[in-house]
């Protein structure tokens, strides 16, 4: 008998297949320093102004290309005389929200609000692309390869609202290649990575919950990808979960919680409404190779919200 989870593909090889996709991005900007804070580095930087008390001098080399720009970076380029740099463009991504049910405002009956692509955007934005949020496409060949086409002229490419075998993997296989059919995730198993023109482009369903988890997992790991920079840590804590967490053999489970005095109580009840994950402190993992976690584990809680 065959397994459900044989046709799935993990986690670690669909964000592998998806990252070989791409080279980084080589377009660069001029930036100044006011608003470089994220930014990629496209060149080395050494200091221009000594400042013995801050222990900088002359020529010293402070940041290589591929450095991620922070805050207190910013403080240490002023003193040492820096007022502008040249930085790695910021990947564009655009986003494509589909289905015939879907309104921006005052959903009647048989409609829903989009918020999935919206709330992907924000995301995205945050990770460093560039985003193009579009208007919804409905479910009709030709303006699904339409849209799909418009935006091939980005880095990379999300189409939200996709369900297993349905009409956007019929014209993304048109257009394309599927590579990877199905995740061995849960929440964020019905996903697909593709290339149209040498464009990744990433399938991702309508469930907002759904949707973070594979872009998390593989559209945050893409866009570091092209931006040429090492994929930033998560914050993490530790912590006891307070009851057990099941989880399908081969089958990688993410859990929303919340914490309180080191202790992890999971939300949902194993189905996590966007409302789960708005009040999460972060996610519990339970990897492919358990079956589950018991009461009272250490578990580590990874923050998605930063970083």
Known sequence: MTDATDDLTAT?????????????????????LSVAEGRVLAEELVARESSPADGIAVDDRLFAPGHRLRSTDLGLLKVAGIDDLLAVQRPTVGIVPTGDELVQREASAGERVETTAFTLSQHVDRWGGKVTYRDTVGEDRHALRAAIQRDLTRDALVVTGVTASDLVHEVVADLGSIHVDGVASDPGQTVAVATVEERPVLLVPESPVDCLVAAVQLLRPLVAELSGAPLPAHAHHHAALSEPVESAPGVRTLVPVELADHVATPLGDGEPTLRDVSRADGWVTVEESDDGLAAEASVGVIDWEHA
Not at 12 to 24: F, I, K, M, Q, S
Not at 27 to 32: A, E, G, H, K, L
């Open 12 to 32: 670690a090889d669909a964000r592998d297949t998806l990252t070989t996709l791409v080279e980084p991005v080589e377009r660069t900007d001029t930036v100044p």
